[in-house]
């Protein structure tokens, strides 16, 4: 006797794709079968005749709102968006800020997502300026606790705002903080940009004509993305420390990370669904700069540059870099020194992923799973426990419906008041969503509750930090 068992689906697991049943048994998946083979009772069977059956989504990328940015959406409101769209695991940000560790910034995480979790989570510790070298000291027990993954920037992002002056980690300490992070185990994800150009960008942004929203492009130049990311490169090999860098949005950052990874060194790239399937002639719309997100939207090639590195293994996940805010927040701001930045698409993510890249590009299944989870999971150190279909996983699966078409519309969509996919054609889309054996999403039907998500302590594979694994 079983609790679940999902039958009939088409199924993407580690070894391949068929037509199997998936049993399910408290919170793990138990067997994956032929079809019928499985001499088991369940308490409950899903048809999934006709779909896709694939492991839960993991968003790696996710900024959630908390008493320090009451204008950002919280857990509870992303999360459930979250399991609409087929996401099942959410990793969102622990920021350490001047006077206080990364034991402050973790507490003040946990509080935001203990009991308000339609997924389950963990987060990243951010670096900010000025960490001490006691702060740099506490990478070690932070893996040892289940925190293995860690995230500088390399510039302040908009030096005109008094507000982005903590962000920027400098070459020295970066350079400090390698060494632990190299030394213990764990990982780090760069925002990177040149912040000498940036800086130098702004203040001739005014002189130049581009301080409207729609020139961010020429601000968050291409160049500052070459040069960052191979200044970024060079020392990592240098530190032989494992890299992830977050929002690739350039030609020329695609082509960095794949000579890196030519070179067999464990560096690894993210690009977002929004920066690969708008680009910054769209920030000339009305209130075009509701598509922004920092660094920013590029040229149209450079799209099409993004999707070739998703498809051809340059480029490992997919992610939305979700900062969640209503439409009024979102188009406040009008000028390249304030727009809003952040993307509420968490729940549009997978959907998109699919209709854009398996539909319309040929993307293989395998590859879809790829981007959209289980090079998450590894890449941060939960996996095989999530990102596969397998005896002995975690229940987190995902049912994607192939049929479902046409244009998105917000009816479709649980989070905030706008959304830029509005109008999107997809073709297909998540239906239901299953975490550790709990069914979230029956037929796009809310079934789960918040107090479902638990945190993910996560530990990387040494084969993912010595070399590009996925
Ligand atoms: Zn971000």
């Given at each position: 006797m079983v609790d679940i068992i999902i039958q009939g689906g088409q199924v993407v697991t580690p070894g391949g794709v068929g037509n199997w049943d998936v049993a399910i048994d408290g919170e793990k998946i138990v067997?994956?079968?032929?079809?019928?083979?499985?001499?088991?009772?369940?308490?409950?069977?899903?048809?999934?005749?006709?779909?896709?059956?694939?492991?839960?989504?993991?968003?790696?990328?996710?900024?959630?709102?908390?008493?320090?940015?009451?204008e950002r959406s919280g857990a509870e409101p992303v999360s459930l968006a979250a399991v609409h769209g087929g996401t099942t695991t959410v990793l969102d940000f622990a920021t350490q800020v001047p006077g206080h560790?990364?034991?402050?910034?973790?507490?003040?995480?946990?509080?935001?997502?203990?009991?308000?979790?339609?997924?389950?989570?963990?987060?990243?510790?951010?670096?900010?300026?000025?960490?001490?070298?006691?702060?740099?000291?506490?990478?070690?027990?932070?893996?040892?606790?289940?925190?293995?993954s860690f995230k500088v920037f390399t510039t302040s992002i908009r030096p005109p705002s008094p507000q982005m002056q903590d962000n920027k980690t400098d070459f020295g300490r970066l350079s400090a903080i390698m060494d632990e992070v190299a030394e213990h185990g764990g990982i780090l994800?760069?925002?990177?940009?040149?912040?000498?150009?940036?800086?130098?960008?702004?203040?001739?942004?005014?002189?130049?004509?581009?301080?409207d929203w729609w020139n961010m492009h020429h601000i968050h130049s291409n160049l500052s993305e070459d040069v960052s990311f191979r200044r970024a490169i060079r020392l990592a090999e240098q530190k032989s420390c494992p890299i992830y860098f977050v929002h690739v949005s350039a030609d020329e950052g695609v082509e960095a990370v794949g000579e890196a990874r030519g070179r067999n060194l464990p560096v690894y790239g993210e690009t977002l669904h929004n920066y690969a399937c708008f680009n910054a002639e769209n920030y000339r719309e009305d209130n075009g700069m509701k598509y922004h997100t920092y660094p920013s939207l590029k040229s149209p090639g450079d799209a099409d540059s993004?999707?070739?590195?998703?498809?051809?293994?340059?480029?490992?996940?997919?992610?939305?870099?979700?900062?969640s805010t209503t439409w009024e927040e979102k188009i406040r701001f009008k000028t390249v020194a304030d727009v809003t930045g952040g993307h509420n698409g968490i729940e549009t993510r997978m959907g998109v992923a699919y209709s854009e890249g398996v539909v319309r590009r040929g993307m293989s299944l395998q590859r879809f799973v790829d981007i959209t989870s289980a090079n998450a999971a590894k890449i941060f150190g939960m996996y095989p426990r999530k990102g596969a279909i397998a005896a002995g996983s975690d229940a987190d699966i995902t049912i994607i419906d192939p049929n479902?078409?046409?244009?998105?519309?917000?009816?479709?969509?649980?989070?905030?008041?706008?959304?830029?996919?509005?109008?999107?054609?997809v073709e297909g889309w998540p239906v239901t969503t299953i975490l550790r054996g709990n069914i979230m999403v029956e037929d796009r039907n809310l079934s789960g509750s918040a107090s479902v998500g638990r945190l993910v302590r996560r530990k990387i594979d040494v084969e993912v930090l010595s070399k590009p694994v996925c």
């Open positions: 067997a994956v079968a032929e079809p019928g083979s499985l001499a088991l009772e369940a308490d409950k069977r899903i048809d999934a005749g006709g779909k896709l059956v694939v492991p839960g989504g993991i968003e790696p990328h996710a900024h959630i709102g908390g008493p320090r940015q009451p560790d990364l034991h402050h910034a973790l507490g003040e995480a946990a509080e935001r997502w203990q009991g308000n979790a339609y997924t389950d989570y963990s987060y990243h510790p951010i670096f900010t300026r000025g960490a001490e070298d006691e702060v740099i000291g506490q990478i070690g027990e932070l893996v040892q606790d289940g925190y293995a994800m760069i925002h990177s940009e040149d912040d000498d150009m940036v800086s130098y960008n702004y203040d001739h942004a005014q002189g130049r004509g581009q301080w993004l999707w070739q590195g998703l498809l051809d293994g340059r480029l490992s996940t997919v992610a939305t870099d979700l900062v479902i078409k046409g244009p998105l519309s917000l009816d479709d969509l649980h989070l905030e008041d706008y959304s830029i996919w509005e109008g999107w054609p």
